[in-house]
């Protein structure tokens, strides 16, 4: 489908040209790819910020911590980090063309700016945005508690800023693969930050939900120099190891991995997202990833709370009776 | 807006009775199956002259499905290779020029529903889906390989023929597997690096999934394409394949996709991909207990957000509630281990569509 009202740019996507310096040879650059330098159990550091888009009910902003890479002799940013934002509009009463639905109707838009990615994105959503908000849909559906609200509807529009690469750059240079499933691997990271960034705005726009969800990744990585580093676990082969939360950059060889939008309070798990050749291991490897999840479901609770305590500050400072919510005078009562 | 997908209309309390008697052990259902039981399906393969192969399935609840296979020749982006002489610095010795690694847009598959455009979420879910489960098994990607300069594209094109009675997907999976099996390429004449000339003796073609002996009873695959199950599970009940009515009472769905392994390993089958889908039954309407309605001598809430807290607050067996949360962690497992164990569901369905193309 194109869009025909405006003039589009080339459908397939431009690249920023990534020249490489023709004196140093292949090895020299696969030197370059990055390492993971982090634990394997050990995730990036997560920032997440609620309330930041003052139009919507509810807002979020989450961001990895950006690499600290060692000082390299290119421009090109050795991996990629994510930064997301997700708005929530609603619940607001459905149009009158709409047809009646006793419970909330919940629409979930994942959309990558254009200069999320090397390569660019167009304006209009793509089959693989379509699909994860998709998979955003399922992640959330179980967790907000839709009869409350007959006859409304809420969005949940998440837009990705910088987007997690499938792989290092210079694998199309050095000839690395990325792995058996072959790319795609960063959009499950994708994934696990959307429904976390979802999750805290849907908090902050104060829909009831019965837990707080949250996305964690893990993935089994083979590496060829990863001697001793990650636990062997029952069920993986040679030289296979897993690791949460993963960078594709830093990775040669990804060989599967998962993401679960997990409810920690109710040990839940509302999406499961697992590709590539786990052998045995698939068990172990949605362990992990619900391990991840608990790691990050620690940071929608702190920013939620932040977020709670800045909004109802005035009434927790002066107010000695306790919390009574915020001074709304009259309680206003939906018709229609 | 999410679609509106077309609603089961079953009222509360027959949601309710369906409920009750999936969860019950062993699981009753709607038509008589054990839990692990498929639909009776006709199917055929190899129906279409005008591609490369294709197949047709029809459930016994009237859904149909065609699938075909085309293949067409392309000229490949090109790669920056690493430079000849400097291959003692080379370290990926297993990636040399005779077997190509494919990529992943070597495969394109278009879902056509009716009723549904195609962007529309239920088409895009499929295709993603069964897209990804074809391209984890690694291998067919790569047969697509020609030379550094062309390779085959393949097209696979899904038309469900008839309206979507119930969740599509194990029927186009199921028609998928049959399609591939079936579809065959030209033989290559050229030589390495030349433009690729094909043998157009159709007899002389290679099958894209090798078989171990080419006379015509086939003897078994070397290797198979993906199917993709559709699990649900009811209480502590795992139930296959579910109907329409079934889905509307489901607490977890889940599509796993499998393919045959190749080692004789102790499971029979290698997971793929797994994705959870959104159950229909969180959509549908709640049941009214008798002591909140007053036609059965109950008392009617005042307000509506009083109904709604003493209506939650309680928890009646035999009114339905439409199930909240997620799935619990171990139930996974365990759909995992009936898929995959020796003898489980997956292999007895692999093992039933090579019979297909056998007897045809």
């Known amino acids: 489908m194109t869009d025909r009202r405006r003039i589009n740019a080339p459908s397939g996507g431009t690249n920023a040209p990534v020249f490489v310096n023709p004196a140093t040879p292949a090895d020299s650059l696969a030197s370059q790819r990055p390492t993971r330098t982090r634990a394997p159990d050990e995730l990036r550091k997560i920032f997440l910020k609620t309330g930041l888009v003052p139009l919507a009910s509810g807002s979020a902003y989450l961001e990895l911590s950006p690499p600290s890479a060692p000082p390299t002799k290119t421009l090109t940013p050795s991996r990629t980090s994510l930064k997301l934002t997700c708005a929530v509009h609603g619940p607001k009463p459905l149009p009158r063309s709409a047809p009646f639905s006793p419970h909330l109707i919940l629409s979930t838009t994942v959309k990558f700016a254009p200069f999320a990615t090397r390569a660019r994105r167009g304006y209009i959503r793509d089959s693989t945005e379509r699909d994860l908000g998709v998979h955003l849909e399922t992640a959330l559906r179980g967790v907000v508690i839709g009869e409350r609200w007959p006859k409304s509807g809420v969005?949940?529009?998440?837009?990705?800023?910088?987007?997690?690469?499938?792989?290092?750059?210079?694998?199309?240079?050095?000839?690395?693969?990325?792995?058996?499933?072959g790319g795609g691997w960063g959009l499950m990271s994708v994934l696990a930050g959307t429904i976390t960034v979802a999750s805290a705005a849907i908090a902050d726009a104060g829909i009831d939900c019965v837990?707080?969800?949250?996305?964690?990744?893990?993935?089994?990585?083979?590496?060829?120099?990863?001697?001793?580093?990650?636990?062997?676990?029952?069920?993986?082969?040679?030289?296979?190891?897993l690791v949460l939360d993963p960078c594709p950059a830093e990775h040669k060889d990804m060989v599967a991995a998962c993401v679960v939008g997990y409810l920690a309070g109710r040990d839940e798990i509302t999406e499961i997202w697992m590709k590539g050749e786990t052998g045995g291991a698939a068990d172990v490897l949605l362990d992990k990833a619900v391990h991840a999840a608990v790691a990050s479901v620690t940071v929608v609770k702190e920013a939620v709370k932040e977020s709670i305590e800045q909004k109802y500050k005035d009434v927790l400072s002066s107010g000695q009776g306790g919390f009574r919510g915020p001074n709304i005078t009259k309680e206003v009562e939906m018709t229609g | 807006m999410a679609p509106v997908q077309a609603q089961v209309l079953l009222s509360p309390a027959e949601l309710s009775y369906l409920h009750s008697s999936l969860s019950l052990d062993p699981p009753i259902r709607p038509d008589g199956r054990s839990p692990t039981q498929f639909r009776p399906l006709v199917a055929e393969s190899d129906i279409l002259p005008g591609?490369?192969?294709?197949?047709?399935?029809c459930f016994a609840d009237g859904t149909e499905a065609i699938v075909g296979v085309k293949a067409e020749v392309e000229k490949s982006q090109w790669q920056p290779t690493p430079d000849k002489e400097t291959a003692d610095v080379d370290m990926d010795d297993e990636e040399e020029e005779e077997t190509g690694v494919g990529e992943n847009s070597w495969v394109e598959m278009s879902i056509e529903i009716p009723g549904f455009r195609d962007d529309d979420s239920l088409p895009v879910f499929l295709s993603a889906m069964l897209t990804e489960a074809l391209l984890a098994s690694g291998d067919l990607k790569d047969r697509l390989y020609i030379n550094q300069r062309f390779h085959w594209k393949l097209y696979v094109?899904?038309?469900?023929?008839?309206?979507?009675?119930?969740?599509?997907?194990?029927?186009?999976?199921?028609?998928?597997?049959?399609?591939?099996?079936?579809?065959?390429?030209?033989?290559?004449?050229?030589?390495?690096?030349?433009?690729?000339?094909?043998?157009?003796?159709?007899?002389?073609?290679?099958?894209?999934?090798?078989?171990?002996?080419?006379?015509?009873?086939?003897?078994?695959?070397?290797?198979?394409?993906p199917v993709t199950l559709l699990v649900m599970a009811v209480g502590q009940n795992i139930i296959f394949d579910p109907s329409k009515e079934e889905l509307a009472v489901a607490e977890a769905v889940l599509a796993v996709s499998c393919a045959a392994s190749q080692s004789k390993t102790s499971e029979a089958v290698r997971l793929l991909t797994i994705r959870t889908i959104d159950p229909p039954s969180r959509l549908?309407?709640?049941?009214?207990?008798?002591?909140?309605?007053?036609?059965?001598?109950?008392?009617?809430?005042?307000?509506?957000?009083?109904?709604?807290?003493?209506?939650?607050?309680?928890?009646?067996?035999?009114?339905?509630t439409p199930p909240r949360g997620g799935i619990k962690r171990n139930l996974v497992g365990r759909v995992l281990k009936i898929v995959v164990e020796k003898g489980g569901v997956a292999e007895e369905v692999l093992e039933a569509l090579e019979k297909v193309e056998v007897e045809s």
């Open chain 1, 155 to 181: 969005e949940v529009i998440v837009t990705v800023i910088e987007g997690e690469e499938d792989g290092w750059w210079g694998d199309g240079l050095v000839g690395g693969s990325s792995g058996a499933g």
């Open chain 1, 211 to 241: 837990d707080l969800v949250s996305g964690g990744v893990a993935a089994v990585v083979r590496d060829v120099d990863a001697k001793g580093k990650g636990k062997t676990e029952e069920g993986l082969q040679e030289g296979e190891s």
């Open chain 2, 51 to 57: 591609a490369n192969g294709s197949a047709r399935v």
């Open chain 2, 157 to 225: 094109d899904i038309l469900l023929l008839s309206p979507p009675l119930s969740y599509p997907l194990p029927l186009l999976s199921l028609t998928t597997h049959l399609a591939l099996l079936s579809a065959r390429l030209p033989a290559l004449k050229s030589e390495k690096e030349e433009d690729p000339l094909f043998d157009d003796d159709w007899e002389a073609s290679t099958p894209i999934y090798p078989r171990s002996g080419r006379q015509k009873p086939y003897s078994a695959y070397l290797d198979k394409p």
């Open chain 2, 284 to 320: 549908t309407p709640p049941g009214i207990p008798n002591l909140l309605n007053s036609a059965t001598g109950g008392v009617v809430p005042v307000s509506s957000t009083d109904a709604m807290a003493q209506r939650e607050a309680m928890s009646l067996l035999g009114v339905w």
